[in-house]
């Protein structure tokens, strides 16, 4: 299932993880692969400004692909302070969800049409001013193998790479898997969405740095180099671009080596991270306490102040153009989990008054089933 990929990491990687509360800071090198970012088209300046805060939720491809399903939803946006849906593009299946106007796409065969009338959808959800915000599963890709095998992470052996959930993986270094994840982003923006956001815009936790060729450092600026590209692009579109990272590459060097995902470099390169700082994704006794889910207030303050804390070592006196943390939170019960809490409205509560608390005002509900504690978004 996705957004659990962190507890799938294998027991030597978990005892390895430094997710005990020190914040690493980048090497002294990062500034090598960071380029000054200019004013981005279509967002605001900074921070500081007016721009409206975005209260998100996840809908599937299926869900936005019902006309009574997404109706629903709407009817319930138009009644709460929820103003933005993050919908399946290429979902985690490796497939291409509406029918995109692209050479590329069409010779690949990727797509599998979910959302047939991609048109009426997006407006549907700008007449009630939703803002619209296409999920792009980026590197994890179960189908593309069967069609560009050259574009995989090959395992040990030279055979083509498969995580614990039996899933491949394009290859972050090679240039024309990144140019098909552009094509797809620009295929978004031209569908009429309004922002683009990378899943899985890393390396798998389980594959060893003998099969990949290359240690930690090489992992983070083979990711960061491809966020920079892809983050030209959609700037010349006006179209910002936001990322979905791991809670721990927040605060965890090794968890940033692993994956690839250096936390503070990345922000130069987009408009919005969204790190995944659910509290059931951290394991017992971090974060300052026993159980994490079971405090859903302090496991998200403490996420936050991390996150302030290491995007001061690329910015520190605030004065370059960086991204703004739109973190998600958790709309789901983690039931999996030796000690858990069921989260209905009063937990999600806790968690964005937890954002509000550390100057955030904007955040995204995670829930697999798009059913959500629509209690919660009542003002």
């Not at 405090?295 to 006196?317: F, G, Q, W």
Request: proline share 3%; with cysteine; net charge negative.
């Amino acid at each position: 299932m996705r957004r659990f990929g962190i507890v799938g990491l294998t027991a030597g990687i978990i005892a390895s993880m430094s997710i005990l509360g020190t914040s690493v800071h980048a090497e002294q090198g990062a500034d090598a692969v960071i380029d000054e970012q200019a004013d981005s088209k279509g967002i605001e300046e900074s921070a500081d400004t007016d721009e409206t805060p975005i209260h998100g939720i996840y809908v599937s491809a299926y869900v936005a692909g019902t006309k009574s399903m997404m109706d629903e939803i709407i009817g319930h946006i138009d009644e709460t302070s929820i103003n933005a849906v993050v919908i399946d593009v290429k979902n985690d299946e490796g497939n291409i969800v509406f029918d995109m106007d692209s050479e590329l796409i069409d010779s690949l065969g990727v797509e599998n049409i979910l959302i047939s009338d991609i048109d009426g959808l997006m407006s549907s959800l700008h007449e009630h001013n939703i803002y619209s915000i296409a999920r792009c599963v980026a590197f994890r890709d179960p189908f593309i193998d069967e069609v560009k095998p050259e574009w995989m992470l090959k395992a040990e052996d030279g055979s083509i790479y498969e995580d614990n959930k039996e899933f491949n993986w394009m290859n972050p270094e090679n240039e024309e898997a990144r140019d098909y994840l552009i094509e797809v982003a620009l295929q978004c923006k031209k569908a009429g969405f309004d922002e683009v956001q990378f899943d899985y815009v890393r390396y798998p936790a389980g594959i060893s740095e003998e099969a990949v060729g290359m240690n930690g450092y090489g992992r983070r600026k083979a990711v960061s180099g491809f966020v920079r590209k892809a983050h030209a692009y959609l700037k010349k579109e006006g179209t910002p671009l936001s990322l979905d990272l791991f809670g721990t590459a927040i605060n965890s060097k090794v968890d940033r080596n692993i994956v690839g995902q250096e936390y503070s470099w990345l922000s130069m390169s987009c408009e919005y991270l969204s790190p995944m700082i659910y509290p059931s994704h951290y394991y017992e006794g971090t974060m300052g306490k026993d159980y994490p889910d079971l405090y859903p207030y302090d496991t998200i303050d403490v996420a936050m102040k991390y996150s302030e804390t290491e995007l001061k070592t690329v910015n520190p006196r605030d004065d370059r153009q960086q991204a703004k943390v739109r973190p998600w939170l958790q709309g789901f019960t983690a039931s999996y989990l030796s000690k858990y809490r069921t989260y209905g409205a009063e937990e999600i509560k806790e968690q964005i008054r937890a954002v509000n608390d550390n100057g955030v005002d904007s955040w995204i509900i995670w829930n697999p089933s798009c059913k959500y504690a629509w209690d919660a978004f009542i003002e």
